[in-house]
Nanobody
Framework: QVQLVESGGGLVQAGGSLRLSCVASGFSFRNYAMGWFRQAPGKEREFVAAINFSGARTYYADSMEGRFTISRDNTENTVYLQMNNLNPEDTAVYSC???????????????WGQGTQVTVSS
């Protein structure tokens, strides 16, 4: 049974930081690229960042690069999203996803997590 379970969300003040985690199970994590997405109320899902299977290469949405960092630990089947200098516009449900194919900027995602809520207060 494939599972992607996110954690680490919460309420933070503007300018603060959060580190999200996504633990994978039920598939060969080290063979999958991973991505983070977010969806704010009333808005479409938005790509945040992606990382290749080994962790050697990353790709970010323009608005997140420099503030967010994606990483992974294949020994723990976990992908992380470090988010710094948060602002209220970053408020959303953040979800991770696993992709078995595609370029890093156009991955074809096979599995999705349920998400974790991030709320940034002004």
């Amino acid at each position: 049974q494939v599972q992607l379970v996110e954690s680490g969300g919460g309420l933070v003040q503007a300018g603060g930081s959060l580190r999200l985690s996504c633990v994978a199970s039920g598939f060969s994590f080290r063979n999958y690229a991973m991505g983070w997405f977010r969806q704010a109320p009333g808005k479409e899902r938005e790509f945040v960042a992606a990382i290749n299977f080994s962790g050697a290469r990353t790709y970010y949405a323009d608005s997140m690069e420099g503030r967010f960092t994606i990483s992974r630990d294949n020994t723990e089947n976990t992908v992380y999203l470090q988010m710094n200098n948060l602002n209220p516009e970053d408020t959303a449900v953040y979800s991770c996803a696993a992709a078995s194919s595609g370029k890093l900027y156009s991955l074809k995602y096979d599995y999705w997590g349920q998400g974790t809520q991030v709320t940034v207060s002004s």
